[in-house]
């Protein structure tokens, strides 16, 4: 079984521009979940998308939003991005909205300079 | 608001040792309870999880957890170490509904000397 995919493994991005990050969750997998590790900062969740709808978010500003497709695939978009968006993006995905079991993703490598 | 206390942030050990990596949470309601680990230069894989039932559960590589609710604890335990078993250890929380997705500590870095 394939596990979470995640794309792109590195990004530079210049304070200001916008970036998409995405997802591709286990087969199966209705739910995705987005986090954010920043140095010092540890885990967070960001957003949680099941069955195609945004159904909650962490504790983050608007211009961190997404959606999920009608495979499940997802995207999360960041725009005017901050240098303290610098961090690891983890997607998770679990079999259904319950969250029971969430599989991480290696992760997209933000760098924003 | 839930929260995460893991109260050893790096820990060393000799192979063979056994280990206790201490996990507290702070939430009211039903909670699902997971240990992820992290070794070098890879992503997070689940180890265990509680979701019901025995509080007691086994995982994967030989590790186990008991869930104290009195104790708003989840306690991840091996007997016996190996210098495999060096990587960064994550405990998470998360709500019944799953609604808010994993509150997670801040990790121990287990490191076993051979």
């Known amino acids: 079984e394939a596990g979470v995919t995640q794309s792109p493994t590195h990004l530079i991005k210049t304070r200001g521009q916008q970036v998409t990050l995405r997802c591709s969750p286990i087969s199966g997998h209705t739910s995705v979940y987005w986090y954010q590790q920043a140095l010092g900062l540890g885990l967070q969740f960001l957003l949680w998308?099941?069955?195609?709808?945004?159904?909650n978010r962490g504790n983050f500003p608007p211009r961190f939003s997404g959606r999920q497709f009608p495979n499940y695939s997802s995207e999360l978009n960041v725009n005017a991005l901050e240098l303290e968006d610098s961090a690891l993006y983890l997607c998770?995905?679990?079999?259904?909205?319950?969250?029971?079991?969430?599989?991480f993703g290696p992760g997209t490598r933000l760098t924003v300079t | 608001a839930q929260s995460v206390s893991q109260h050893n942030h790096h820990v060393i050990l000799s192979e063979a040792a056994s280990l206790e990596l201490g996990c507290n949470y702070s939430?009211?309601?039903?909670?699902?309870l997971f240990w992820y680990v992290q070794y070098p230069g890879q992503h997070l894989q689940l180890l265990l999880k509680?979701?019901?039932?025995?509080?007691l559960v086994k995982g994967i590589k030989g590790f186990e957890a008991e869930f104290i609710k009195s104790k708003f604890s989840f306690n991840l335990r091996k007997p016996s170490v190996q210098w495999s078993d060096t990587a960064e250890y994550f405990c998470a929380v998360g709500s019944g509904g799953g609604a808010d997705g994993l509150t997670f500590g801040k990790g121990t870095h287990l490191i076993i000397q051979p």
């Open positions: 998770a995905s679990s079999r259904d909205w319950t969250g029971r079991g969430q599989y």
């Open positions: 509680y979701f019901s039932g025995d509080p």
């Open positions: 998308y099941d069955e195609g709808e945004e159904r």
């Open positions: 939430y009211g309601g039903t909670v699902n």
